[in-house]
């Protein structure tokens, strides 16, 4: 597509946004609304070509991690990886916590205001589930086992 033809193309999706005349000269907030409108419209359709861009961005600077010699990544640090992990399987375990507590709280307001509750209690116990789970994966990682006691207490 020609440059010309995206930008008219562009224009007059823009323009698609149909607003009375009589707001629009009154009202400041209706022509705000309309530009902001039209800014949403511009942006949905270079979604795409922004995305590309970023990803391109991306590329580029992991590629500018190593050395210009052909150096090390991460400094020549071989434990920068494996610590990196281990800290977003611990975030991540957190966060799934958090959000099991929330989940949780939530349906406790729903089921007191008797509206459905069970998807936010399912979500919060699944989120404990996954975060239990993760908890688990960051044990693991630090080289701890464990231990499963199967005399039942005696």
Same mark, same amino acid.
């Given at each position: 597509? &020609? *440059? ?12 698609? =946004?149909? +607003? ?15 530009? @902001?409108?039209? $800014?949403? =419209?511009?942006?949905?359709? @270079?979604?795409?070509?922004? $995305? ?8 580029? =600077? ?5 050395? *210009?010699?052909?150096?090390? +990544? ?11 992990? &281990? ?16 989940? @949780? ?30 908890? @688990? ?18």
């Amino acid at each position: 597509m &020609r *440059p010309n033809t995206f930008r008219n193309w562009l224009r007059s999706q823009a323009n698609t =946004v149909e +607003i009375d005349q009589h707001l629009l000269t009154c009202s400041r907030a209706a022509r705000t609304s309309r530009r @902001l409108i039209q $800014a949403s =419209v511009i942006l949905n359709a @270079l979604a795409p070509l922004l $995305a590309s861009v970023a990803i391109f961005s991306l590329t580029a =600077v992991s590629a500018m991690a190593q050395g *210009p010699g052909g150096g090390t +990544i991460f400094g020549g640090n071989d434990q920068t990886l494996g610590n990196g992990v &281990r800290e977003i399987i611990k975030w991540g375990r957190n966060l799934l916590f958090l959000l099991g507590i929330g989940g @949780l709280m939530w349906a406790a307001v729903n089921y007191m205001t008797e509206k459905n509750w069970t998807k936010q209690a399912l979500g919060g116990v699944f989120c404990f589930a996954f975060g239990s789970i993760a908890s @688990l994966a960051y044990s693991f990682s630090q080289g701890n086992a464990v231990n499963l006691d199967t005399d039942l207490g005696n």
